[in-house]
Every structure is written in C-alpha cells, then in structure tokens.
C-alpha cells in the first residue's frame, strides 16, 4: 500500500462544538484511511479492472465520489450565505430525508440501485491520481462541516444538484455525503475481493 493518507483533521476535532461535527468529521477521516487501504498502491491494471460488465472498477468507483463531492459540497455551502449563525448540536433529517438515506444511500442490501447521473458518472478509465484526488474532496467535506457547524443545519435547505426539485436540509446533504462514500468504499472492498481481481 501507498499509506499516502495522513490524519490531517485528527488533532482539530476536540475543537469543534457540535457533536455531529465532530462524528462526520470522524467518519470522513475513517473513510480516508479505508480509501488508502483499498487503493493505495495499486497499478493501473488493478485500479481499471471491471468486476464484470456494466460493473464499476475500483477507480470508477472513487472517482464517482470525487466527483460527486466537487458537486454536492459548493450547493450545501452556497446555501449558507448570508443566514444567521445557530447552532445545533445533532441532526435530525425529516422524514422524506431519512427514507430517502435509508432506501437510496445507505449501504444495506435494502438499498435501492439507481444509476448515477451522467453528470457524476466515472470515466472509462481512471489515473492513479484519483485517490490523492479523493483526499482532497474529503478536506473539502471537512471544512464544509466545520463552517457550517456554526448553523441550524435542520432548517437551512439546498436545492439537490442532481435532482433539482428536491431541497434537503444542509444536515441531511452531509449525512449523505459520508453515507455515499461508505456505500462506495464497501463496492471498492467487493472488486478488491472478487476472484478475477488482478494480483
């Protein structure tokens, strides 16, 4: 493995007021660390091989998060502008909210496939810069999180970018956030443990 992460928020959490702040911030750094786990270190033939047809590789895999992140975190942040600072110290997603996490983000094998909007769809092939590429998607969510800690991110609402009559409330768009990557990483760690996988 690469072990090219490094636990760049680690020491700033006990800072961070909210207590679900400090548990996305948690889950972003563990998603980092399986990330380098899974990817960290593979050749070009690993990171691009298909589990089967129609089936993401690893890369794909990844660089569908990234790209979802370069998407989703500027309309959570841009929805903050010019609100007034209330802080809250757990989310509570409404109840559209939470079955829509529950039936199309978390990973259990309850959860419904849907093919990803073209806008976040992977390439056919993926560089080996996709995973450094991740790290920094993730410091992005991270910083997301510590700005909007400041704030009542169970009233403040976002337009979806990828499903544009929907507004989620800032709380339910991050809790989606580390929900997708974890659903992700486990489709990560099925390619790595496939039996085709290349050695």
């Not at 089967?52 to 895999?61: H, L, N, R, Y």
């Not at 370069?70 to 600072?85: D, H, N, R, T």
Request: proline residues 7%; charged residues 25%.
């Amino acid at each position: 493995m690469a072990g090219r992460y490094t636990w760049i928020m680690s020491p700033a959490i006990g800072a961070l007021s909210a207590d679900w702040s400090v548990r996305l911030i948690a889950e972003l750094d563990t998603a980092d660390k399986r990330a380098d786990e899974l990817v960290g270190g593979l050749n070009q033939e690993q990171l691009n091989w298909n589990p089967e047809p129609g089936a993401w590789s690893v890369g794909q895999s990844l660089e569908h998060l990234c790209i979802t992140n370069e998407v989703y975190l500027p309309a959570i942040a841009s929805s903050l502008a010019g609100k007034p600072v209330s802080a809250v110290q757990d989310i509570k997603p409404g109840w559209f909210g939470r079955w829509f996490i529950n039936n199309y983000v978390e990973p259990s094998p309850q959860t419904k496939h849907i093919r990803a909007p073209n806008k976040v769809a992977p390439g056919v092939r993926v560089e080996s810069s996709v995973l450094d590429r991740f790290f920094r998607s993730n410091q992005g969510a991270r910083e997301l999180v510590r700005q909007a800690r400041e704030y009542d991110v169970n009233r403040i609402r976002f337009w979806n970018p990828f499903i544009p009559v929907l507004r989620f409330t800032v709380g339910t768009g991050l809790e989606i956030v580390v929900r997708h990557e974890r659903r992700h990483l486990l489709q990560v760690e099925r390619a790595r443990r496939s039996s085709g996988f290349p050695r």
